[in-house]
């Protein structure tokens, strides 16, 4: 029985990897043609539109688009691509989309973001060692700079942990990160008056905390008889 299990999750798996590679690529090895031209659809349009913001925001509004909503796309796509055929349904993405939201892979999906900043964090951190990070309108040296600059990465990490698991100690934490955020935006937002980075930063924030309070009901406590975080 199990072996028949792996028999039928290799092709599934090798269809996601696909997908993941180039969008649609995973449907239209499955045979679901009218499917994968959907996807290789939305995704040029997707990357249409970031190209068309590229030329007129700069490269950071293009990117801050395609984190928006290609990287959740690409990755959305990919897992409809894994899943059985009778599961995901013949056209639209509708059964894809009730699994994501009821298996609360969207939330597993942000902490995935979460980890893959603080990889970001700690490559900015290692390569500029002069940087400094500015908090409440200063900007630390010496020991309390790196403290500072190191706080990112390490909460990143563990929120990132606990969104992967569904732990309502990940979902405390990072309520006390965007609060410890919107205070430090702002402080330096009153010190430096306007910029277009903070700005931007306090609008996602302020998006995505409003999404993450919203499926606070996905997280759960830790169950007492895992003995496991």
């Given at each position: 029985?199990?072996?028949?299990?792996?028999t039928?999750?290799?092709?599934?798996?090798?269809?996601?990897?696909?997908?993941?590679?180039?969008?649609?690529?995973?449907?239209?090895?499955?045979?679901?043609a009218g499917?994968?031209?959907?996807?290789?659809?939305?995704?040029?349009?997707?990357?249409?539109?970031?190209?068309?913001?590229?030329r007129?925001?700069?490269a950071?509004?293009?990117?801050?688009?395609?984190?928006?909503?290609?990287?959740?796309?690409w990755?959305?796509?990919?897992?409809d691509?894994?899943?059985p055929?009778?599961?995901?349904?013949?056209?639209?993405?509708?059964?894809?989309?009730?699994?994501?939201?009821t298996?609360?892979?969207?939330?597993r999906?942000?902490?995935?973001?979460?980890l893959?900043?603080?990889?970001?964090d700690f490559y900015?951190?290692?390569?500029?060692?002069?940087?400094a990070?500015?908090?409440?309108?200063?900007?630390?040296?010496?020991?309390?700079g790196?403290?500072?600059?190191?706080?990112?990465p390490?909460?990143?990490?563990l929120?990132?942990?606990g969104f992967?698991?569904?732990?309502?100690?990940?979902?405390?934490?990072?309520?006390?990160?965007?609060?410890?955020?919107f205070?430090?935006?702002?402080?330096?937002?009153?010190?430096?008056g306007?910029?277009?980075?903070?700005?931007?930063f306090l609008?996602?924030?302020?998006?995505?905390?409003a999404?993450?309070?919203w499926?606070?009901?996905c997280?759960?406590?830790?169950?007492?008889?895992?003995?496991?975080?």
């Amino acid at each position: 029985m199990a072996a028949d299990s792996q028999t039928t999750d290799r092709p599934r798996s090798f269809a996601a990897c696909l997908s993941l590679l180039v969008p649609g690529l995973g449907q239209a090895c499955k045979r679901q043609a009218g499917r994968s031209f959907l996807v290789i659809a939305v995704t040029g349009l997707l990357l249409a539109c970031a190209w068309g913001i590229g030329r007129l925001g700069g490269a950071g509004a293009a990117v801050l688009f395609f984190m928006l909503l290609g990287l959740p796309w690409w990755a959305f796509q990919s897992y409809d691509a894994w899943l059985p055929q009778a599961e995901a349904g013949r056209w639209g993405f509708r059964e894809t989309w009730r699994l994501v939201w009821t298996e609360a892979h969207d939330i597993r999906y942000l902490g995935l973001l979460f980890l893959l900043t603080a990889a970001t964090d700690f490559y900015i951190i290692v390569a500029n060692p002069s940087y400094a990070l500015t908090v409440f309108c200063a900007k630390p040296t010496g020991p309390w700079g790196l403290l500072a600059k190191a706080q990112s990465p390490t909460l990143h990490i563990l929120i990132g942990y606990g969104f992967l698991r569904l732990r309502r100690w990940g979902l405390l934490l990072y309520a006390l990160y965007a609060a410890f955020g919107f205070l430090n935006a702002s402080a330096n937002f009153a010190c430096f008056g306007y910029g277009r980075v903070r700005t931007v930063f306090l609008m996602t924030l302020a998006a995505f905390t409003a999404y993450v309070l919203w499926r606070a009901p996905c997280f759960r406590p830790r169950s007492p008889a895992s003995g496991k975080l």
